[in-house]
């Protein structure tokens, strides 16, 4: 097989990998500050990817164009589900949690299947089969707009967490909430705004996933799978694990389908799941708890 | 026992007997899918609602069960009576390889929970790529005639299922609650409320773990093979999809996680409620895919919220004000 083949192919993972890590990071933030697991992630990027497509043949609004909006709406959308629903069930079982999470999974699920029908949609861009060939790379133009897109929203995240007084007080509920609650901080407005940006996060990867995949409202469960995966690849709570284990999963998945056939590729995610829970439970960057 | 909760007893023994008799071939194909979730449930029940291992990948051992009895079946004739017993053992074999692998590794919380996902993930797309068992393809058991009880082969009308559905949900429940007044059944409930507590006393939580799991992944393979042999399919997307897994355990979790009774009164208010939304909507001609499973994650939401112990537990409890207001 020429070097030049696999090469593509990785490098093509690369970019794939960064807009799984932006969903993921949406999955690990929530995590790691609310304490949620939220099993509906992979119904809201299906709901960000059908309203990206939606303001596409609507309007003609290229995806890339319509992520700002997604974002916004998916925050305020994701602040009022914490609010609403899950800030209750912070303090109940893992089990209750799973169920709350689980219903509005479904019917996130389903209100998209009576809204949208069960037919796989598109946002067919004029660009979507250009390519660009630098020496004997090749990429395909609509993956390298959404790999960078991805990694520019997700460094935002990371500047936000980073520099800003919201982010940092986030922080703080993370590392000790009794310490956070002493000092006064707004921990239910933290936690919604927490929410709010996981998913805003997983709206920026649904919006520029529809320039590389077809929606349809099964997609949802395999999405949230995935999701998990990289997250407990890279470390459940960690920022930069969730990057880095997106870019993982991205890579060995575009390798797997070239080397063995490509309905096995997400039996090496979740074998790589297994050997990671079991090997280092915390994952490749997080702490232990 | 009070002679009145005799007879309430003896009652719905006899209503469950002939109900074959009175009722529809529908109303009897609903009560067999109630009794065969209420049998998963139980099996589910007693790894999280007694052991407190939340297992999020039942439909693992279900389908391990139902794959080994069904392939026995399928390649060599073999039939239910003996090929239980190798489901059986294939599905604690799994069950030991992951319980064993997990507590050794110390995995517990959403981390156990997401360890099961990932087995029995891995599993439905290993079963992909396997042949010898249909593969994507899917496996098909013989139908045989349908009007005459073949018991050596589990082959017979709609009203064997229900009875062989029946009995399994009531060995199940008997089971349970002699396991829940066992030591088991007290060190499983010691490491469910505070593991490091009953390990300070002594309990090889290691150990009674990993009974659960083993217990549990018996029954659920026991419920497979009946699964097997009355759909007569098996595809490793349907049989180990994660949605599977959920069916399962919804029926603990709305009727009440850690009750008896919880498993049996989840599944049948939850099969009812999606048969009735289905009817409600038919007889509006409201069509439109989906509907149906909006307002089921709607009623789930609001059991989830309103009733965060579950139906039983709220019903019980009901039931004992409304006792006690009567007695005083």
Redesign the interface.
């Known amino acids: 097989m020429p070097a030049e083949l696999i090469l593509n192919v990785a490098l093509s993972g690369v970019l794939t990998g960064l807009v799984y890590g932006l969903m993921a990071l949406g999955l690990s933030v929530i995590f790691g500050v609310v304490r949620v697991?939220n099993f509906a992630h992979g119904e809201l990027m299906t709901l960000a990817m059908y309203g990206a497509v939606a303001a596409f043949q609507r309007f003609g609004l290229d995806p890339l164009l319509s992520v700002p909006a997604l974002a916004v709406g998916f925050f305020g959308l994701g602040y009022l589900l914490q609010v609403t629903?899950v800030q209750?069930f912070v303090t109940?079982p893992?089990?209750?949690q799973?169920?709350?999470l689980?219903?509005?999974?479904?019917?996130l699920?389903?209100?998209?299947?009576?809204l949208f029908?069960?037919d796989a949609r598109n946002a067919s861009v004029d660009y979507a089969l250009d390519s660009l060939e630098l020496g004997p790379l090749l990429l395909d133009l609509p993956r390298l707009y959404a790999g960078g897109v991805a990694l520019c929203a997700s460094l935002s995240m990371f500047a936000f967490f980073r520099f800003s007084r919201s982010g940092k007080a986030i922080r703080a509920c993370a590392d000790n909430y009794r310490g956070a609650q002493v000092v006064g901080l707004p921990i239910r407005r933290l936690y919604a705004l927490t929410f709010g940006l996981g998913c805003a996060c997983v709206a920026v990867a649904g919006g520029v996933l529809t320039l590389l995949v077809d929606v349809t409202?099964a997609l949802g469960?395999a999405y949230t799978?995935l999701g998990?995966?990289i997250v407990?690849v890279g470390g459940?709570g960690s920022m930069l694990g969730a990057l880095l284990g997106g870019l993982l999963v991205g890579v060995s998945e575009a390798l797997a389908g070239l080397f063995f056939?490509p309905?096995?590729k997400?039996?090496v995610s979740?074998?790589l799941?297994?050997l990671v829970?079991?090997?280092r439970?915390q994952g490749l960057l997080g702490r232990r708890a | 026992m009070s002679p009145k909760r005799a007879g309430a007893l003896a009652l719905a023994a006899l209503g469950l007997l002939v109900f074959p008799e009175l009722g529809g071939a529908y109303a009897v194909s609903l009560a067999t899918l109630i009794l065969y979730l209420a049998t998963a449930g139980q099996a589910w029940n007693l790894m999280?609602g007694f052991a407190g291992q939340?297992s999020?990948g039942h439909s693992l051992y279900v389908g391990i069960g139902a794959y080994s009895a069904g392939a026995l079946f399928f390649h060599f004739g073999i039939g239910p009576w003996l090929g239980v017993w190798v489901a059986v053992a294939c599905s604690m074999a799994v069950a030991l390889l992951i319980g064993g692998?997990?507590f050794r590794?110390?995995?517990s919380?959403?981390?156990f929970?997401?360890?099961t996902?990932?087995?029995a993930?891995?599993t439905r797309?290993?079963f992909?790529?396997i042949d010898w068992l249909g593969g994507p393809g899917g496996m098909f058991l013989e139908v045989a005639q349908r009007d005459r009880w073949d018991l050596a082969h589990f082959r017979g009308p709609p009203s064997m299922y229900y009875y062989a559905a029946l009995a399994l949900a009531l060995g199940t429940l008997w089971l349970c609650a002699r396991l829940s007044r066992s030591r088991a059944g007290y060190y499983w409930r010691a490491i469910r409320e505070d593991e490091p507590a009953a390990q300070a006393l002594g309990i090889d939580t290691f150990r009674w773990k990993l009974l659960a799991v083993l217990v549990s992944s018996a029954l659920s393979a026991i419920s497979g093979v009946f699964l097997a042999f009355y759909q007569n399919n098996l595809f490793p997307e349907q049989v180990f999809h994660?949605?599977r897994s959920?069916e399962i355990?919804?029926g603990p979790?709305?009727g009440g996680?850690g009750t008896l009774l919880g498993p049996i009164v989840g599944s049948l208010v939850l099969t009812l409620l999606s048969d009735g939304v289905s009817e409600l909507l038919a007889a509006l001609g409201w069509e439109?895919?989906?509907?149906?499973?909006?307002l089921?994650?709607?009623a789930?939401?609001g059991v989830?919220?309103f009733l965060?112990n579950g139906i039983w537990p709220a019903l019980h409890a009901a039931w004992q004000r409304h006792s006690g207001a009567r007695s005083a």
């Open positions: 697991v629903l209750r109940r893992e089990h209750a799973f169920l709350l689980l219903s509005v999974a479904v019917i699920a389903n209100a998209q299947l009576m029908g069960p409202p469960p799978l998990f995966v407990i459940l056939t309905s096995a997400s039996m979740f074998g799941l297994i829970l079991l090997l439970p | 999280m939340l999020l692998l997990a590794f110390g995995v919380g959403v981390y929970a997401l360890l996902i990932a087995f993930e891995f797309i290993a992909d790529h994660v949605s959920i355990l919804l979790v709305i996680v439109l895919p989906g509907t149906k499973q909006v089921y994650g709607l789930l939401l989830v919220v965060p």
